[in-house]
């Protein structure tokens, strides 16, 4: 199986400022697709200042390497026997790309949300080949409360029969849908809903403006060609984070970093919220914590842009 990723349009160069981009949970290796306003040409994340890579983590929809890739024994897409994955797999993958690119030192690493958890596995697997690291609204291990989120995601999808069928990479489509309803709801909260999708009219029957959101937003990641099963791969690939497993404990991973970090966190954050990073920080030698206001939550990191680049900029200038 193959290895998605994006470069800029020209090869490395020793001596290049690398800023490696990891991902969250349905974007892709492409940043200047899901993160327009941080990266490209003229952005704060210059592709023509930095050589930025962005790699489609394992069991991504949008890579070469998950559910929907054919398995070559049958010739039929792997679905529900694509093998269970963790997030220090997906960090191997990503090591193999970075030598196959001639990259020997990564001057930043960014990482929002699941893209957090490969930043700090990384940081742990390879200290010395990481100079600076920016973990962005995320954990150094699973929390409970993401896990339940989780779990409901699952039952959504196997309350679908079409998904335990795996009959095409089309199955699960309805359960998806509302797996992905159940997500957006631990992505956002109460005060950003109420903001954004409270009802027009005063006199309104029966309130729809939150619920016709909900079903627009299940919709729009089947048409961008989500598949369930890696959804429901990569969910459990969330589960697998835990740090310290096998290192004596989160605390004790933590103090073997070497990258100079930032943790940020948003004051809204209901999967991370900020009581984490601030322990994350003071376990890092060297670290330092900072925290984004926003009412709307985990996904405050691709809202608060003014904020997130006063953050992010000086990280920059230092390279």
Same mark, same amino acid.
């Given at each position: ?66 559910? %929907?890739?054919?398995?070559?024994? =049958?010739?039929?897409? !792997?679905?529900? &026997? ?7 797999? #997906? +960090? ?90 159940? %997500?957006?709801?631990?992505?956002? =909260?109460?005060?950003? !809903?109420?903001? &954004? ?7 309104? #029957? +029966? ?113």
């Amino acid at each position: 199986m193959d290895l998605i990723y994006h470069t800029p349009d020209r090869e490395y160069s020793k001596g290049e400022k690398v800023v490696w981009i990891c991902h969250a949970l349905t974007g892709n290796s492409d940043p200047e697709d899901w993160w327009p306003q941080m990266v490209g040409k003229g952005k704060l994340i210059d592709l023509d200042k930095y050589y930025v890579v962005c790699v489609s983590m394992i069991c991504s929809s949008y890579g070469e390497c998950s559910p %929907a890739t054919v398995d070559p024994s =049958t010739g039929k897409p !792997y679905l529900l &026997t694509f093998p269970d994955t963790t997030i220090r797999d #997906m +960090v191997k993958a990503n090591i193999l790309v970075r030598k196959h690119l001639g990259i020997d030192k990564i001057d930043l690493m960014i990482g929002p949300s699941i893209g957090g958890f490969l930043t700090y596995e990384w940081a742990v697997m390879e200290p010395d080949v990481i100079e600076n690291a920016f973990f962005l609204a995320t954990a150094n291990r699973v929390p409970p409360f993401l896990t339940a989120f989780n779990e409901s995601q699952r039952m959504a999808m196997l309350a679908d029969p079409s998904f335990k069928e795996a009959k095409d990479i089309h199955g699960g489509e309805v359960g998806l849908k509302c797996a992905r309803s159940i %997500a957006l709801i631990s992505y956002r =909260t109460c005060d950003g !809903y109420n903001t &954004t999708q409270s009802e027009q009219d005063d006199d309104v #029957m +029966v309130a729809d403006r939150a619920s016709s959101y909900q079903r627009y937003q299940g919709e729009k990641l089947v048409r961008r060609e989500f598949d369930a099963y890696s959804y429901w791969y990569l969910s459990y690939a969330l589960d697998s984070m835990n740090l310290g497993r096998g290192r004596g404990g989160v605390e004790a991973a933590l103090a073997t970093i070497k990258a100079r970090s930032t943790v940020v966190s948003i004051t809204s954050d209901m999967l991370f919220p900020p009581s984490l990073g601030v322990a994350s920080a003071a376990a890092i030698p060297g670290a330092e914590h900072k925290q984004i206001t926003s009412i709307y939550g985990h996904d405050g990191f691709l809202i608060e842009n003014d904020q997130l680049s006063a953050i992010l900029a000086p990280v920059l200038e230092r390279l």
